[in-house]
């Protein structure tokens, strides 16, 4: 077996670099350690107050955030973090070279019953600024916290998966993977029906009528509520994985965020062959506004994507 360390040893990529997602990928091990104990150590999901032992409570996810901003203190080549629990970003170090942009426990609604939630993190050039697109990120991973605890990891030119030993290191268990070009799974929340646009509403409906639909074949669908979740799935057996913009969410500019959902795993995708959109542009073209910008996410196999991709461009 190939250890994260040395998989990272031999990769082409600046130390530094390579030391700032180590530093990550040693939070999430810490992290993962933490949410398998919450419920006996009395930690609740969301709640903050006190434990039956008075103590003072912190959810999860404010937890999380503690232990990844200890990790990224202990790393010099950290400058900045942007993470979904901190309104500001966060000055770490006068000469670090990189950003970290994270949501450091997404999908942790899911905690109380015990689904798959995760970290994701995105590293930018600190020389560049923290609104930087996706196109210009320089690694995209995240921690998948489920039966196995898998850090799914690219630089841009490959996808690898490693999976967490019984001794808290990180084996290399798949170095290439591709996402299927092809797929008979789509991921929606299909409660929004009523919101979605016009586009969403005739990719569903003909991907729901089976064998006699425009895609002539029958579909499943399935809906983690956790983007790691269902962004794994398809990245291990193809899919796509839509939150399109709708009537709701329009007043916000989507659901998910760029800098810490939608480019992480949008860069992940690509580079693993697949296709990613906000269905008007492709997610890694986004010029970001604000470090905590939503923006709506169409993601997964490749050909699926460039139907959804047809019909919001003849939708208008
Ligand atoms: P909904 C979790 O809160 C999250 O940010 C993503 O992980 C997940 O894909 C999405 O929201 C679920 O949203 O509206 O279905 O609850």
Do not use: C
Not at 130 to 144: D, E, F
Not at 242 to 257: F, M, Q
């Amino acid at each position: 077996m190939t250890s994260l360390a040395d998989w990272l040893a031999g990769q082409s990529v600046d130390p530094k670099l390579a030391s700032t997602v180590a530093s990550m990928a040693a939070a999430s091990v810490e992290i993962a350690g933490v949410l398998r104990q919450a419920a006996i150590k009395g930690q609740v999901v969301l709640a903050s107050g006190t434990n039956v032992q008075g103590e003072q409570q912190k959810a999860l996810d404010v937890i999380s955030n503690d232990i990844v901003l200890k990790h990224l203190r202990e790393n010099a080549a950290v400058s900045i973090l942007i993470s979904e629990e901190l309104e500001e970003a966060v000055h770490l170090s006068n000469d670090g070279k990189y950003i970290i942009a994270t949501d450091p426990l997404d999908g942790s609604s899911n905690l109380d019953v015990n689904v798959t939630v995760g970290t994701i993190f995105s590293v930018l050039d600190a020389g560049k600024g923290m609104l930087q697109p996706g196109s210009a990120q320089l690694a995209a991973a995240y921690t998948a916290y489920g039966p196995a605890t898998n850090l799914v990891l690219t630089f841009g030119t490959s996808v690898a998966v490693f999976t967490l030993d019984d001794v808290g290191v990180f084996q290399l268990t798949d170095d290439e993977v591709e996402v299927p070009p092809a797929t008979s799974e789509f991921a929606i929340n299909t409660a929004r029906e009523r919101f979605w646009d016009e586009a969403t509403t005739t990719y569903v409906r003909e991907n729901v009528v089976g064998e006699s639909g425009r895609a002539g074949k029958r579909y499943n669908m399935r809906w983690v509520g956790s983007m790691v979740a269902d962004v794994h799935r398809i990245l291990m057996r193809g899919g796509i994985f839509l939150y399109p913009l709708d009537s709701e969410t329009v007043t916000k500019g989507g659901r998910l965020r760029l800098l810490y959902e939608a480019n992480p795993m949008a860069m992940l995708i690509e580079t693993a062959g697949g296709r990613s959109t906000t269905g008007k542009q492709g997610i890694l073209d986004v010029v970001p506004t604000a470090i905590h910008q939503r923006v709506p996410v169409i993601l997964g196999s490749a050909e699926e994507v460039q139907r959804v991709e047809q019909l919001y461009s003849t939708s208008g």
